[in-house]
């Protein structure tokens, strides 16, 4: 069974479907999900609560009362919460997805 678990990121001009980033490792699916604008997060949050996301993480500028709707629009369902570090731009999640390949193990 495959945990998945989003970091939603501020981004703005970005789009949260065609901008994401999927990484998959032993089971683990982490998603990058840019959102242009704070007010989009919680139907963002939404959608991927669809998709499986046993865990949101908002990264960066997100206020209290952004991150109370994205906690409101998944009912509880899964963890809110803010992360210390900021992936503050698509090419920042694009780096973060190759530090993330390169640990991966070579197949010979």
Known sequence: MTVAW??????????PVDDRVVLERDGQRTYLV????PSMAPAVAADLL????????LCGGFALTAAARVAEAVGG???VGHVTFAVDSVRGAARYGEL??????QAD
Do not use: C, K, M
């Not at 669809?50 to 993480?57: F, K, S, T, Y």
């Not at 993330?100 to 193990?105: G, L, V």
């Open 34 to 37: 840019p959102v242009p604008d």
């Open 6 to 15: 989003a970091y939603i990121y501020e981004h703005p001009g970005s789009d």
């Open 100 to 105: 993330f390949e390169a640990d991966q193990p």
């Open 77 to 79: 369902r899964v963890p």
């Open 50 to 57: 669809a998709e499986g996301v046993a865990l949101i993480e």
